[in-house]
């Protein structure tokens, strides 16, 4: 039986089979139309961008680092540029330890680079190389090229880096440069100016260096260069070329700071001098120093505990950090509050019986039987502490505060250094802050008393005292005290002044500042000062001090030789000359130093001979002068036991007891006599770190007074 094909069937399934395979297709060529559009229009700036990546390899160009010149041009912090072996730990394709033994073949690698590179892989955060072996010789770098293909990812690179030429000249003031650390990486990471740190390494850890990072930094630049598909560098194609950090002119003078550094010798101390009229700080010492140089490659662990473990903690920069109990350099301060808040005329007395008595409480002062008559100029000029304890009594805590503060006492300078103290000015309303306790809130008139002779709850910097000092000799005008002059823009060598003018002014009666230079004068002239500056070209003024640091038993004399040595007297001295038209202004510290007049004096005298007239110490560390009983020596007198033992001693003298704040007017004017002085056996405790104790007063029996000597 023959089949009937169904013709129209079969022809339309075809057609729809057909249709089905169009649709299909064009389906599927639509798809690839689209992605194609995606790829070559839409996307294509993104994928170009990619594209390039694999040939193309943007590098950062770190810019040179500003230079740091004292006030004459001296050269303080340069660059100098060096090859680097790096090793980028991302690329090597074997084991790292097996990598550096078969680098040690062919480069010097000593077990401390192992170990720095270990340590820069636990705190780097990026995928960029690390040195493990910097300021290779020409030697190296030929011997490693040629054997370059059998170390994937360790190349030689060209760096930049700092040296300090002078060593450990000025070290607290320039501070370093060291590598960036993850801290340091989280910091950039936060601020708006992490583009400007790609390819960066190192940055400012101390000091101006510190400081004057961002300037001192400059512009990263970048170059865009054809790679190989081995990572290589074949040519390149732009660039644009970065900016240099800017220059520092520091006022400081730095062969006035070698003179000053090496004055001190191995003493500990700090000294800051001050041009009155400008601000500019001069010199800024501070001793024992280091070498900044250990810290720009990272300092090995031998050096980091000698620096970090020494008991002369030679890391602490001392003027600005660290604070001490002013002593008898706080008096001048007080003779000008006392005229211009007049509680005081310039030619009132008062009968000094070598002691204030207070209540039940007995506040000696220096010299057994006293002064006798002191007006003003006398109790500056010999120090005679009973004028100025009853002048702290007249004033009072908030009085001595706010006038003081006006000078930079307890306050900060604002001095283009990081971490600035601020020391202590008390006041009733600092107490009532400073203790959560009631009864330990309330202010005791009594500690008003040790106030006036700089001891108490009063620390200071020595910036602030040399702040304090450059003002008070600038007849009040305040400048803000700067170690950088200028900042000059290495391109067009345009030099702008960090600070132009004046900060504020004090509104002091001229004729009182005069008198107080006067005063300061008649130190040097007939007061402890004396000997230090006999002989001198120029006439200057100044102010002795001296701070205890221990209490001492009765048998041992503060600021002898015979103490040991770690619980001598801190030595202070305060000064300016010319005395007619002051240029410098210094405050000196030296820890441990004994009497002002015998170690800090000195080096003064030498720093101004240098500075006024050019000369240089023979001697290259100045000689501790024999300690002697002088009319600047403590004495502890066995023999005074008790009240009734310093009352039978007044008596000798004839001399009043608790005279008026307010007596008559003499004129007794006339060179301090031989008496010794004598001290209390009970003394504050100070350290520069840390705020030292109140000064104790008189205790009921026996008498333990509240005398702190100057």
Known sequence: MTELKNTERELYLFRVRLLVVGIVALVCFSVLIGRFIWLQIVKHESYATKANENRISVVPIVPNRGLIMDRNGVILARNYSAYTLEITPSKITQDLD?????????????????????????????????????????????RFTAQRFRFPGVDVQARLFRQYPLGDVASHVIGYIGRINKHDAELIEDSDDAPNYKGTNYIGKEGLEKSYEKLLHGNTGFEEVEVSAGGRPVR?????????????????????????????????????????????VLSFVSMPTFDPNLFVEGIDQQSW?????????????????????????YKPFMALAALELGKRTMTQAISDPGYFAYGNKIFRDDRVGGHGLVDMYRAVALSCDTYFYQLANDLGVDAMHDFMAQFGMGQITGIDLDNERK??????????????????????????????????????????????????????????????????????????????????????????????????????????????????EYQSGGKTGTAQVVAMKKTEKHGTKHANQRFRDHSWYIAFAPLDKPKIAIAIIVENGGYGAESAAPIVRKAMDYYLLGKRPNDKAAAPVAAKVSDDTEIIDPAIQNEEDLVKAMSTQQAPTNPPANAPATMPIGPASNTPKLSSRVAPKSTPAKTPAKTLESMPDPVQAAKVKK
């Open 305 to 329: 505990n000698e620096l970090n473990t020494s008991e002369d903690i030679p890391l602490l920069n001392r003027p600005l950090s660290g604070a001490y109990p002013p002593g008898s350099t």
């Open 423 to 536: 020391g202590l000015l008390p006041s009733t309303e600092w107490k009532r802050t400073a203790f959560k306790k009631t009864i330990n809130q309330r202010w005791i008139p009594g500690d008003t008393i040790s106030l006036g002779i700089g001891q108490g709850q009063n620390t200071f910097t020595p910036l602030q005292m040399a702040h304090a000092t450059a003002t008070l000799v600038n007849n009040g005008i305040v400048m803000k005290p700067h170690l950088v002059k200028m900042v000059e823009d290495p391109q067009s060598k345009i030099r702008t002044l960090t600070v132009p003018k004046e900060s504020n002014r004090i509104q002091l009666k001229p004729e009182n500042v005069e008198f107080i230079k006067n005063a300061m004068g008649g130190v040097v002239r007939e007061g402890t000062g004396a000997r230090a500056f006999a002989g001198a």
């Open 98 to 142: 097996a990598l550096i033994d078969e680098l040690a073949l062919l480069v010097d690698i000593q077990p401390k680079h192992r170990k720095r590179l270990r340590k820069l892989m636990e705190e780097s955060k990026s995928f960029g190389s690390l040195p493990i072996r910097t300021r290779l010789s020409d030697e190296e770098v030929a």
């Open 236 to 280: 390149t194609l732009s660039h644009n070329l970065p900016s240099s950090g800017k220059n520092l002119i520091l006022s400081v003078d730095i062969e006035l700071q070698k003179v000053i550094e090496q004055a001190f010798g191995d003493r500990r101390g700090a000294l800051v001098a001050i041009e009155p009229e400008t601000g500019d």
